[in-house]
């Protein structure tokens, strides 16, 4: 069963002023602190949704060429998140994925555990193709 991650990284940080997926926390970003956490977890792939004009200077090069992150540049996300999400589920469909989970970029204390719960359920009460929960 093949299951992969949208990682929505996409927003525009309107309330915040600032791109806030590249303000440092501790010694990394804060975009790629649970990015970090679905590349170390039973993902088999994740997709890391991003702006067309990102320049994903916030994604340290090992992340970048680790095996399972694949970045996709989403042209519409300024139209809202829906299209972001869209983007990935679309990039999921056509990888043939079993089962995507979808993780926001902004919520850094996401944990391998609870990814690795949640991949778990998915694998036990699998739905038919076509089908969502």
Request: one cysteine or more.
């Amino acid at each position: 069963m093949k299951i992969v991650g949208v990682y929505l990284a996409a927003g525009n940080s309107t309330r915040m002023g600032t791109h806030k997926l590249a303000l440092p926390v501790g010694t990394m970003s804060l975009g790629s602190l649970a990015l970090e956490t679905a590349l170390n977890s039973p993902l088999d792939e994740v997709y890391v949704i991003v702006k067309d004009t990102d320049n994903v200077e916030w994604i340290p090069s090992c992340m970048k060429s680790n095996a399972k992150c694949t970045i996709i540049q989403c042209a519409t996300s300024d139209t809202g998140q829906s299209e972001s999400l869209r983007c990935g589920i679309q990039h999921a469909q056509d990888h043939r994925a079993d089962g995507v989970l979808v993780m926001l970029a902004d919520q850094p204390f996401i944990t391998v555990q609870m990814l690795s719960e949640m991949i778990n359920c998915m694998k036990l009460y699998p739905v038919d193709r076509g089908h969502y929960i």
